[in-house]
């Protein structure tokens, strides 16, 4: 599964660079016949993809590299690089657009050949459409950060080229034009705020910020493997890379266990994880021995060092994994 996931990611990542190319000549031609801002903004704003989807390419080649003795952890945070690349570009390539946008409300602008223009930029925003939602949906599917970051990256494009093509008409009914350098300037603030959303994703991932989306899958995961001899989950963290997860937690467990059955718990655990969560995952459990506190809450039966009888277990949800410990009161 792993492999066709691989797969997928490399010719999505080829399919979104020449088709980048495609649409930057497209919008070039566009500008060139009708002179109009909004039109160059839009193809400065394709010269960025062109540039950050040739560096998602090369980053997800790396990133697909396995684990190696000078990288224990794999090479998935190449990802966030990328994807904080991308956004910084995109941010760039919003302010070229208010520079130009605003050169044009000064000097003024004449425009040619708009209805061509127009057929033209439609063409783009739906090729444009029909690709960033392909890409985001190959991104999520594979847990690929940098998939999903020119997903988004290209579905802003389409929404450029949508106001674009909106400004475009307008002018060409009304002759009112000005709004065409109003609209790139519109579009770009924008654009600006998708690019601080990637920028923001990327430092989040580069500081291991606990993954709450991967969060809501893997307790329940726990939950559905949970055996009677497994009493209580504390200390459970979480941070992802690409298509990889870490984590790590401490499980409370029979006292007299050895360490070849402690060993066996956790390839238990892995394993099952990874089936379940359809998921590359490392895992690094610390057992704790369970005390005399804990005999109300363990279902394990015929347990030969039980101390009282069993009231309740301890539920496995987010409040008590990821606390420091689980207080349990003696039974009265």
């Given at each position: ?13 080829l399919i ?5 190319f495609?649409?930057?000549?497209l ?28 560096i998602?390419?090369?980053?997800l ?6 684990p ?6 794999g ?12 956004g ?8 070229s657009?208010?520079?130009f946008?605003v050169?044009?409300?000064?000097f003024?602008?004449e ?24 890409l ?18 290209i ?49 989040r ?16 995961a726990?939950n ?8 209580e ?9 690409g ?7 401490h ?11 402690s060993?066996d ?8 994880l990874k ?16 005390k ?9 039966k ?18 008590n ?8 009161p003696?039974?009265?």
């Amino acid at each position: 599964m792993t492999k066709n996931f691989d797969d997928d990611k490399k010719k999505a990542a080829l399919i979104s660079l020449v088709i980048g190319f495609l649409m930057f000549f497209l919008k070039i031609f566009a500008f060139v016949i009708t002179g109009s801002s909004a039109i160059l903004s839009d193809a400065i704003e394709s010269i960025v993809h062109i540039f950050a989807t040739s560096i998602a390419f090369i980053s997800l080649l790396i990133s697909l590299k396995p684990p190696d003795e000078s990288h224990p952890y794999g090479h998935g945070k190449i990802e966030y690089f990328s994807a904080g690349f991308e956004g910084g570009l995109i941010i760039v390539a919003a302010l070229s657009i208010i520079f130009f946008a605003v050169e044009d409300l000064i000097f003024g602008i004449e425009l040619s050949q708009l209805d061509v223009g127009a057929y033209l930029i439609f063409a783009a925003s739906a090729i444009n459409l029909a690709l960033g939602l392909f890409l985001v949906k190959i991104g999520k599917k594979t847990n690929s950060l940098i998939l999903e970051a020119d997903g988004k990256h290209i579905l802003t494009d389409s929404v450029t080229s949508i106001a674009v093509l909106i400004s475009i008409v307008i002018v060409m009914l009304t002759d009112f034009k000005i709004l065409d350098p109003l609209i790139a300037i519109f579009v770009a603030l924008n654009i600006i705020v998708t690019g601080y959303k990637l920028v923001r994703q990327s430092i989040r991932g580069l500081m291991q910020e606990r993954d709450y989306e991967f969060l809501e899958r893997l307790i329940p995961a726990l939950n559905k493997i949970r055996r009677d001899d497994f009493i209580e989950i504390h200390k459970l963290r979480t941070w992802s890379a690409g298509n990889h997860h870490f984590v790590d937690f401490h499980l409370i467990i029979p006292s007299y266990y050895t360490i070849e059955q402690s060993h066996d718990i956790q390839r238990f655990i892995t394993e099952s994880l990874k089936e379940n969560l359809e998921s590359e995952l490392q895992t690094m459990l610390h057992f704790d021995p369970c005390k005399l506190d804990h005999c109300q809450h363990c279902e394990k039966k015929d347990c030969p060092i039980r101390k009282a009888e069993f009231v309740s277990r301890i539920e496995w949800n987010k409040e008590n994994c990821l606390s420091d410990s689980v207080i349990v009161p003696l039974a009265e």
